[in-house]
């Protein structure tokens, strides 16, 4: 069963807080991304990347890095979060490039108090 | 319809009643890609469509896409209640490493 996966689900941090999410996928799909969805917008995205080492940014990288160290797991981390960073976060995975599908983890609710 | 810098559209229909969903884009693509995201959950994709395919079909969905205008649509057909959800448009950029999102349609379907 092709399945992407996120932890934690929902998180809570205080301004200034590192934080990591953290994602998986047993697919061995070369491509994972890390997008952010806030009310009423489409999905954002953050990060890609082609593989092992290999990322680039998205269109709003400011204030997020990711690590990519084994084919199935992609992180993202937030470094000193800030307020406006609360969002939901979804990682997802694809074969090669985005011309085949995107497969989607459940999400991350993350608030920054 | 939905555009990458309009607010989310959102539609009320009856069961029974087709609906189309409307996705304009502004960079050229040979793809659009359209997911369907229920609530609580990540967007999972039901049709792709390729610039060479014009109209593509998939149960009771049909999507359309003409590269001149820069446009796609979804129809679905008979809309059931569990059709209720969030659709977004995704348009490919970047030798197709990348996708943008439309800022999407929300479809309610009532009983």
């Known amino acids: 069963d092709m399945k992407v996966t996120q932890m934690p689900r929902y998180l809570i941090k205080r301004m200034g807080e590192n934080v990591l999410l953290e994602c998986g996928q047993d697919m061995s799909h070369e491509t994972m991304y890390w997008y952010r969805q806030d009310p009423g917008l489409g999905l954002q995205l953050i990060y890609i990347s082609y593989d092992v ?7 709003i990288p400011k204030g997020y890095r990711v690590s990519r160290k084994k084919r199935e797991h992609f992180s993202l981390i937030l470094d000193s979060a800030k307020t406006n960073q609360t969002s939901v976060y979804f990682c997802a995975s694809s074969l090669y490039r985005s011309s085949y599908e995107q497969y989607f983890g459940p999400g991350t609710r993350l608030t920054v108090l | 319809s939905q555009w990458g810098e309009e607010n989310l559209q959102a539609l009320s229909i009856q069961e029974g009643e087709d609906v189309t969903m ?32 014009r109209e593509k079909r998939s149960g009771r969905l049909r999507a359309t896409l003409d590269t001149s205008s820069q446009s796609s649509s979804l129809s679905i057909t008979a809309a059931q209640c569990e059709d209720t959800a969030v659709y977004f448009c995704a348009t490919e950029l970047n030798m197709g490493y990348k996708l943008t999102f439309g800022t999407g349609t929300s479809l309610l379907v009532d009983p």
């Open chain 1, 53 to 59: 080492d290999s990322n680039s940014e998205g269109d």
């Open chain 2, 22 to 53: 409307n996705c304009s884009y502004k960079t050229y693509t040979t793809v659009v890609h359209w997911y369907r995201q229920d609530s609580g959950r990540g967007p999972a994709l039901i049709i792709l469509i390729r610039s060479n395919e």
